[in-house]
């Protein structure tokens, strides 16, 4: 094409018809401005096809992410409750109830103090934070649930902190340094593996009452039941946005 121009121009040119000339040479670059216009126009939608198959690819990884999260959460919420009902049923005990079986306090006990601790599994959603490719993430409210999601976590580690904290000052402190920890291990051992208790091991029953005289251990018990029903509700916003975030997922992964 640009060699047929060129000799329509020499032949122009020879024959002196100049404005003829200029109105070809016109002519010529607007058919290559156009043609830039076009391979840019092209190479733009090849440039947003391919990030969006990446959009696509993160969005499906954070729904794998999510998902499993989601399972991780429903167990960590049951053992939060049943920390929770524990230590509630312990301090019972200290307000007056009869301890009849010493191996189910024992239990109770334990299933309290157990430290257990929820981790998050966002290995994409670090990704994408780190290496700057958030960005990609076409939908505010995708990306809005994300960063609230790690708020809420940030929140829950800072209580768990917190929870520690009190757990060693006012539970594994006192408990400790009064009793003989391994037969009440043992117990605790037992029943986890067997869902029975042990009938031939005998726990002391003058470290029971004196457990039970203590004030700092049962303070431990109300700060627990405080700082863990406060993470459960955490457990249950995050439960709840994750949720939310997996439908607005799939939602977008749908539109191709």
Do not use: C
């Not at 018809?17 to 733009?44: D, F, H, T």
């Amino acid at each position: 094409m640009i060699k047929v121009f060129r000799r329509i121009r020499q032949q122009l040119l020879s024959e002196n018809k100049v404005s003829r000339y200029l109105l070809y040479a016109i002519g010529e670059i607007i058919l290559v401005v156009i043609g830039i216009l076009i391979a840019l126009q092209i190479n733009n939608t090849n440039e947003v096809k391919k990030q969006r198959t990446k959009e696509v690819q993160f969005l499906k990884n954070l729904k794998a992410d999510l998902i499993f999260e989601e399972a991780q959460l429903d167990r960590y919420i049951e053992i939060r409750e049943s920390m929770v009902n524990s230590a509630k049923i312990i301090l019972d005990h200290f307000n007056g109830k009869p301890v009849e079986d010493i191996q189910l306090f024992n239990y109770h006990n334990f299933n309290v103090e157990i430290w257990q601790a929820f981790q998050r599994n966002n290995n994409t959603f670090l990704e994408l934070v780190n290496s700057g490719n958030l960005t990609i993430i076409s939908n505010d409210s995708i990306k809005n649930g994300l960063l609230n999601m790690d708020l809420i976590y940030k929140k829950i580690l800072t209580d768990r902190e917190h929870l520690k904290h009190d757990y060693e000052q006012y539970l594994y402190k006192p408990f400790f340094e009064y009793v003989d920890l391994d037969p009440l291990a043992q117990s605790f051992g037992y029943y986890a593996a067997k869902g029975k208790f042990d009938e031939n091991l005998e726990l002391s029953r003058s470290e029971l009452n004196g457990l039970l005289k203590n004030k700092t251990f049962k303070n431990g018990f109300v700060l627990s039941i405080f700082t863990n029903s406060i993470i459960l509700s955490d457990y249950q916003r995050m439960k709840d946005l994750n949720k939310t975030l997996v439908g607005l997922i799939e939602t977008e992964i749908t539109k191709g």
